[in-house]
Every structure is written in C-alpha cells, then in structure tokens.
C-alpha cells in the first residue's frame, strides 16, 4: 500500500485555503490511508462518510491520550497547555468519559443555552451597531470585530467571567493556540499558556470564594450522588469548553460569511426565507467544517475498517471535511444548498462525543448570520476571495480565518 505522504505528488499540492480537491482525490483513492503526520509521527486517516462515521463511534477506538502517552511516546506530541489540563470529556473513554459528560450536562444544560437566547440576540445587535457607525463603505474585519468577539463573550459570559480582564485572556488564548515552528515561536505559546493557566486557576479560586448562577461555579458544584469533579478534571473542563466554545463558532461564522457571499444564489434564498437559517447553519458546517478534523484518537486493538487492518495503538484521525463531502452519501457534495434535505453531516462529531456545546454553537450561528445578513443586504468582500487565507488555529483540528475585511453597505435597520 502507498502511504499518503508519498502519494501527494501525484494527486495535487495541499492548498489549506481550498483543500477540498485533495480531500476528494484522497477519498476517490480509497477509504483509509496510512499517513505520516506533519510532526513526524504515523496516523491512519479515514475520509470516506461510512468509515468516518463508524470510527467516531467504536468502542475499540480511544481517546484516552495520556494512557497512549503512557504506552509508546512516539504516538503523539503533547500540546499546550500540558496534563494538568487535559483530563476533560474529549481526552479520555468510559466510564470516566460517562461520568464527566454526566457531570458536565447538568451545568451546561439545554434550559441554560436557551435562556441566552435574547441576550446573545442583544450582543449581537450592538456589535453590528458598532460596525454601522464606521460608515457604509469603511472596511471592517469581520473576524475581530464580530466573529471573534461575539462567541468569546458569550462563553465568558456564560461561565461567569468577569469581563476585567477578558481582553488578556482572549489574547493569550489566541496566541496560545497559533501554530509553533520555532523555539521563539514555541516561547511565545508558552508564555500564553502560562497566562491561561494563571487566569482559569483565578477564576475557579475566586467562585469557591464567591459563588454565582454561573456555569464556572454549577461546575465547583456538580454534583451526581457522591461523584464530583477533580480539580483536574474542573480545570481541564473550563479550559476545553473556553476552547470549544469560542474557536469553533468563530470560524464557522468566518467560513459561513464567505461561503453565502461565493454563492449570491444561496444568499439571496436566505434573505427571501429567513426560517430556512436552522438548515443552512447545518449546511454551512458540512459545506466548510470548522473543525476539519477530530480530535486525537487510537485504536486499543487491530481494527479492519475500509478494507485495512489498523494496527494495535496507532493514531486514528478522522477527516470530517472530507467525509462531510462523500459523494456516496450526498448528492452533488461540492454544492452549498441552503434547502439541503440530505445534510446530515458530522461536522459536531457523531457517537459518545458528539458536541455538547452544539445547541449553542447552533443557537449563535443562526442568530449571527440571520442578522448580519438581513441588516447589512449589501455586504460584500472588501478584496478577492483569492487573498483570505485560511491560516488560523492549528491548522488540522480547526480551520478558521484570521481576518475577514468586508465592506458593510448601508445598514437597513437605519441605525
């Protein structure tokens, strides 16, 4: 079998702002590929719907990675900001998984999603206040001034954050997860680390002091009979959902904008029938996932999956852009159809670590985009789409725009 890393050649370069050409060389060459991963160690990548879909939800797949670690050093690189915060529903199998996720549910309910409703409604309006009052033809970089701030605020404001001091940690966390490639590089990271660490080990220290209805302080508080959360586990778990919940949603509001915008056919469906939002948020994430790429996996045990045998502790990565465009399962893949009927995507993952955080990352996709694009029905791009790149985050996990310059037009609600 040819590895992927040997194979590139013949199927195309990788182009991370348009990798969607390679994706489906590599699905059309076959199911699973062996390939060797940027840092150096091997993988085993699944594109295809069917697989991706089965391996997100078999048992004999972990994601436990500190007892991978533990096993063979060589099969991952551990990343910022170490152990002491990695002990969270996405790192680890049943039953700790079962028990966490439990814990997690409780505080981070549907009731408590729902409840922000009108006042992620509120942030949202005043943002694009802010926006109108630069002038209907002033660019404006749709990243840092709406994408970015309106899901950070929101997961602040629902873990109880306190907003001195919110515009430290943004940065920090910002600079913590851009993509090291030297030592200074990696020193910056650090350093961002350090200041995250400082701020969440704050933060949980002065609810225990100071309790509120905040989701941080439920957390302290969770309770399922005598079962509670480790200081490990509480850390590792603000920490995940800061990351979840803001990352995430900033890149599919980004890649959404864009993708409407590339489609005027698409766009103007949208304006006519505004209740068809719900559905084209669900289209936008399988047409231009956020999270290109799950999350760390292995396998405990040799595992035939599409027709190869994956070997005992190797890493197991799930390409869910590519598995979001499987001709075999979607008609006319490539396509953005807001009025898609076969959109079931796996875009917030699928099985027992399927996205808690997807009604809200739902809940503020829908909101943010309906707004944005009935206020502003003149919005357009303020350069070619050939010079945004698709450089933020890590590159493989997540996909996301660093800056977004667009002119606004006029704003039809005349403020």
């Known amino acids: 079998m040819t590895t992927l890393d040997q194979s590139l050649s013949a199927w195309g370069d990788f182009d991370r702002d348009n990798p969607f050409p390679l994706f489906e060389a590599v699905r059309d060459r076959a199911p699973v590929h062996r390939v060797t991963l940027a840092d150096g160690h091997e993988a085993w990548l699944v594109v295809r719907h069917a697989e991706a879909r089965a391996a997100l939800n078999d048992p004999r797949i972990s994601k436990d990675m500190q007892a991978a670690m533990a096993a063979s050093g060589s099969i991952v690189a551990e990343g910022l900001p170490g152990p002491a915060f990695a002990r969270h529903m996405l790192a680890v199998d049943p039953p700790d998984h079962t028990r966490l996720r439990r814990l997690v549910a409780g505080a981070f309910s549907l009731r408590r999603v729902e409840?922000?409703?009108?006042?992620?409604?509120?942030?949202?309006?005043?943002?694009?206040?802010?926006?109108?009052?630069?002038?209907?033809?002033?660019?404006?970089d749709l990243i840092d001034n709406f994408a970015f701030p309106l899901p950070f605020t929101v997961i602040c404001e629902l873990l109880g954050v306190p907003e001195t001091g919110r515009s430290s940690f943004g940065h920090a966390l910002v600079e913590m997860l851009v993509p090291t490639r030297t030592e200074e590089e990696y020193a910056n990271a650090k350093a961002a680390s350090d200041t995250v660490v400082a701020f969440l080990g704050n933060l949980v220290a002065e609810k225990r002091r100071h309790p509120d209805d905040a989701l941080v302080s439920a957390l302290i508080d969770a309770r399922d009979g005598d079962e509670q959360l480790t200081e490990q586990e509480l850390l590792s778990t603000i920490f995940q959902?800061?990351?979840?919940?803001?990352?995430?949603?900033?890149?599919?509001?980004?890649?959404?904008?864009?993708?409407?915008?590339?489609?005027?056919?698409?766009?103007?469906?949208?304006?006519?029938?505004?209740?068809?939002?719900?559905?084209?948020?669900?289209?936008?994430?399988?047409?231009?996932?956020?999270?290109?790429?799950?999350?760390?996996?292995?396998?405990?045990?040799?595992?035939?999956?599409?027709?190869?045998?994956?070997?005992?502790?190797?890493?197991?990565?799930?390409?869910?852009?590519?598995?979001?465009?499987?001709?075999?399962?979607?008609?006319?893949?490539?396509?953005?159809?807001?009025?898609?009927?076969?959109?079931?995507?796996?875009?917030?993952?699928?099985?027992?670590?399927?996205?808690?955080?997807?009604?809200?990352?739902?809940?503020?996709?829908?909101?943010?985009?309906?707004?944005?694009?009935?206020?502003?029905?003149?919005?357009?791009?303020?350069?070619?789409?050939?010079?945004?790149?698709?450089?933020?985050?890590?590159?493989?996990?997540?996909?996301?725009?660093?800056?977004?310059?667009?002119?606004?037009?006029?704003?039809?609600?005349?403020?």
């Not at 409840?115 to 404006?140: F, K, N, P, S």
């Not at 001709?327 to 917030?348: C, I, K, M, N, S």
């Not at 009935?374 to 493989?396: C, K, M, S, T, Y």
């Open 241 to 415: 959902l800061v990351i979840a919940g803001h990352d995430t949603t900033s890149s599919l509001i980004g890649n959404g904008v864009v993708a409407l915008l590339m489609h005027p056919e698409q766009l103007a469906r949208l304006r006519a029938d505004p209740a068809l939002m719900a559905n084209a948020v669900e289209e936008l994430i399988r047409y231009d996932a956020p999270v290109p790429h799950s999350t760390f996996r292995y396998a405990r045990e040799p595992i035939e999956l599409g027709g190869v045998t994956i070997p005992a502790g190797a890493q197991i990565l799930v390409n869910l852009a590519a598995a979001n465009r499987d001709g075999e399962h979607y008609a006319q893949p490539d396509a953005l159809d807001v009025d898609r009927t076969d959109g079931r995507h796996l875009g917030f993952g699928h099985g027992i670590h399927f996205c808690l955080g997807a009604p809200l990352a739902r809940m503020e996709g829908q909101i943010a985009l309906g707004t944005l694009i009935r206020r502003f029905p003149d919005l357009r791009l303020a350069v070619p789409v050939e010079q945004l790149h698709w450089d933020h985050g890590d590159g493989l996990v997540l996909r996301g725009l660093t800056n977004l310059p667009v002119v606004p037009g006029p704003d039809a609600d005349g403020r």
């Open 115 to 140: 409840a922000l409703h009108e006042h992620v409604q509120r942030i949202v309006d005043d943002m694009l206040d802010a926006i109108a009052a630069r002038g209907a033809d002033t660019v404006v």
